[in-house]
Structures are given as C-alpha cells and as structure tokens.
C-alpha cells in the first residue's frame, strides 16, 4: 500500500489528482477501523495530517471557516459560541479520544446518515468547500452534499478543504437517541435551528433515511405559521413534530425499527424547538 505525505494543500490535490483511488485520511477514526476490519483495502493511503492549514479556521465577513481537520474537541472548547448546534452535537461523538482526533471533514467524507455533524450542518445551512487540481474549488450546500448511504457529492478527484457557516443568531439544539449515553451510534437524531431575524426554522435529521436530510415542509410551515413575539402553541409543536417523522425514510435495523426512528424523530423534532423557543423567549425577556 503507497503512503502519500503532502505538507501543502496543492501537494494534497496533486496526489489526489494522480492517484484518484487513494483513500484520504484526516483523524483516522473511520478509515483506520476500515481497514483493521479488513472492510477496505485501499491501494494508496493519502495522509492529510501534515496539511497544517486544514487544521485552522477563521472568522471573517459575518461567516465561519472552520479547517475540515479542525478537531471536535477544538470546535467545542473555540466554536462553542458561534456554532453552538455543531458544539453540542460534537459533544456526543464518541469518547474523548475519538473527539480529539476525528474531524468534521472525516464525517463529511465518509457521509454516513448517522454521522453526527450531518444535522446541526443542514439546520444551520452550511456550505462544504471542496476543491481538485484540475476542477478547482466548489462550494456545495449541506443539502446537496449526501447524495446516498455514505456517498457525497465529492468527485474521485477532489477533497473537502474547509466548511462554511455563519454564526448563530439564534438558538440551535442537537438531540440524539442511542441504546446508551455515550459511544454510539445515532438510532436517529435531531438539530434544530432558529434564525429569528430571518423569521426562519433551519431542521436536520439524522439516521432517518438513507442520507442526512432537512425537514423541508416542516420549516416551510413554521415560516408560515410561527407567531415569533408568543408562546410556542402546542398544536403547532405536535403539526411540527408529524411533519419532521413524515420527513424521515427510515430502515429496520439492529439499532431500531422504522416505526420507532419515525416516532424519535417526532418526539426529538418537539423537545428541540422547545428548548430551542424557551431560549429565544428568554433572550428576548433578558
Ligand atoms: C469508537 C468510535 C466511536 C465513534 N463514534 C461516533 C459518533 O458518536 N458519532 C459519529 O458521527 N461518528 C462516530 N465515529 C466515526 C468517526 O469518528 C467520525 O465519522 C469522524 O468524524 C471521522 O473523522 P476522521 O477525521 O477520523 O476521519 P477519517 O477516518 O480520517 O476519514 C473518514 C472518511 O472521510 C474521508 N476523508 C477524510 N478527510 C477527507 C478530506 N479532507 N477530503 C475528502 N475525504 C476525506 C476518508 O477517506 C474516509 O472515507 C466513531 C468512530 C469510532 C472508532
């Protein structure tokens, strides 16, 4: 098996470009089970840890650039504030040697439906900074990027360079369902997010369907029904929650059943935007 080391980004897109079959690894914490498992046996191996700039992020123009090797533990302890739905889903991923060194960028890649940033990613709408050699950069909408069962939209030639996303400007909440509290896998989860200047609901639902996905028709209705200077009205909340599951396409597994993804999903959809509108009321009575 090759080894590929590049020290520079355009190193990375180089190797990358001759050798589109090299299997990239950031963190190692999927790729690295892969292989011991013997579930793939990659010809060449394309080591990003020495691509210092994929470890960065920046804060400039009201958007947040965050390295796609940026740590979950980093985005916990240095992004808690702006990016809080991110913050808290990174919180529940894995242990802490897994936060230490799995990224965002690796959840992207392998873009499993049950990857934990997948939600806070759709519900807060970032954007996926791709680039190759020969393609040159594209920007990718969360919402476009899972095109599958751990397929993307990433072409054989190309690597995930950064993510975008702007600051919240107002509560986001991240819900996660599993057989224990911590080390799991999702049986499904939730992120929520509030931009009360823009009037609108950003959702996220995770291991519900084949791919992370929003709950399209469930923000459209809030946009229209939602009064935002009053109580959260209970028949709204339970149309909200009906609307996330109707949203959900979910599989009978080892970890759960459909029906029971369905109704989670239901249940994470109302006690998020609850939490999520307790905080938006609070702030607005502070
Ligand atoms: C014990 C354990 C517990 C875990 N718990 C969770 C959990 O609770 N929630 C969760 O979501 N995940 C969990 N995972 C899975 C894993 O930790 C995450 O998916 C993590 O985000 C992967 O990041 P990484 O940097 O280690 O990726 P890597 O393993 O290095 O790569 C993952 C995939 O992304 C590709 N890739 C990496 N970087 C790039 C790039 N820059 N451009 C293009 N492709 C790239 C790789 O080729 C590979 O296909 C767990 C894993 C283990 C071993």
């Keep these: 098996m090759d080894f590929l080391r590049p ?44 691509v210092a700039e994929l470890r960065t992020w920046t804060l400039a123009d009201g958007v ?26 990174s919180r529940t991923v894995g242990s802490p040697q897994i936060r230490n060194r799995g990224s965002v960028g690796g959840n992207l890649g392998a873009a499993s439906p049950a990857g934990d940033s997948h939600p806070p990613l759709l519900a807060a709408g970032a954007v996926v ?31 995930i360079r950064a993510f ?21 896998i999702a049986v499904c989860s939730f992120a929520v997010a509030l ?7 950003g959702t996220g639902l995770g291991s519900a369907a084949p791919t992370p996905r929003r709950a399209v028709e469930a923000e459209e209705f809030l946009g229209r029904e939602l009064d935002w200077d009053s109580r959260l009205d209970p028949a709204l909340l339970g149309r909200f929650g009906e609307l996330c599951a109707a949203a959900a396409a979910p ?6 059943t459909a029906a029971y993804r369905r109704h989670a ?22």
């Design 7 to 50: 020290t520079t980004w355009e190193e990375a897109l180089a190797a990358k470009a001759d050798q589109p079959e090299a299997v990239p690894i950031q963190g190692g914490t999927d790729v690295m089970v892969e292989i011991n498992f013997d579930v793939r046996r990659p010809v060449a191996l394309l080591d990003l840890g020495n």
């Design 64 to 89: 947040c650039r965050v390295g796609a090797a940026v740590p979950y533990t980093r985005i916990i302890d240095e992004l808690g504030e702006a990016l809080p739905g991110l913050a808290q889903a």
């Design 129 to 159: 900074e791709v680039a190759s050699r020969d393609g040159g950069v594209r920007m990718i909408p969360a919402g476009e990027f899972y095109l599958g069962v751990k397929r993307s939209a990433l072409r054989p030639d190309e690597l």
């Design 164 to 184: 975008h996303l702007r600051p919240a400007t107002g509560p986001q909440y991240f819900s996660k369902v599993g057989t224990r509290n911590a080390m799991v």
């Design 195 to 201: 931009h009360p200047g823009e009037r609108r609901v």
């Design 251 to 256: 599989i009978d597994d080892v970890r759960g």
């Design 265 to 286: 999903i239901a249940v994470l959809a109302r006690r998020t935007l609850t939490w999520a509108w307790n905080d938006h009321r609070g702030r607005r009575a502070a």
